[in-house]
């Protein structure tokens, strides 16, 4: 039995992010998976470990959990060349994490949820062209960053980078199109070769 627990779901680009460090990092762990749209995250049961009853959740031996995927990564990432010693390097890491989570998740990761999930009414196809027309501004915001270094901080892959990855790599599945992000898509082309990339899982259904 490995010391870390990972509960996730594979179609969570937030529970891809981790499984990627961890796979990048080769560490050892158990992935316990749950169907979210089964409420399996909403049973007594997990909710005990995750009172928020969501994925991805990484507990440690000693049963203590770490709830949030950047948060998950920050902790994983210590003392690894994903999480620069320098503070400065750090707080962009962090920097690039928030906006991760507060521009970037909202509009790509949503808008890939609400094609597969939800049924496509005149007003949610409208809500779902203003997500799109800000992950576009997201992407764009990208784009500038990696035309002009090949990593989003340093001269290596840090978690700001694979926080980015996952929703990115699938955005098509909510309608996004990479045609006019050449630098994002050499980014990640450079993602994947590196040394135990797994890629993010399609849709499926």
């Not at 060349?81 to 750090?90: I, N, Q, T």
């Not at 990855?165 to 006019?180: I, K, P, Q, R």
């Amino acid at each position: 039995m490995a010391e870390l627990t990972l509960y996730d779901c594979l179609e969570s680009g937030n529970g891809h992010k981790v499984r990627l460090l961890m796979s990048l990092l080769d560490v050892d762990y158990d992935l316990v998976l749950k169907d979210i749209h089964a409420s399996e995250t909403r049973t007594e049961d997990f909710l005990r470990l995750n009172p928020a009853g969501r994925i991805p959740l990484l507990q440690l031996a000693d049963g203590r959990t770490l709830p949030e995927s950047n948060a998950i990564l920050f902790y994983l990432a210590e003392g690894t060349p994903y999480l620069p010693e320098d503070r400065f390097a750090r707080a962009q890491v962090v920097s690039w994490l928030m906006f991760e989570q507060y521009q970037h998740e909202p509009n790509i990761a949503v808008a890939r949820f609400w094609c597969h999930h939800l049924e496509m009414t005149d007003e949610r196809k409208a809500l779902l062209a203003e997500k799109q027309t800000k992950g576009y501004e997201v992407l764009g915001i990208m784009e500038q960053a990696y035309s002009n270094a090949d990593w989003a901080v340093g001269q290596d892959p840090t978690i700001a980078d694979i926080s980015l990855f996952s929703y990115t790599s699938v955005c098509d599945e909510g309608g996004f199109d990479l045609s006019n992000y050449p630098s994002v898509r050499r980014w990640m082309d450079r993602m994947a070769a590196l040394p135990g990339f797994i890629p993010m899982e399609p849709w499926e259904g």
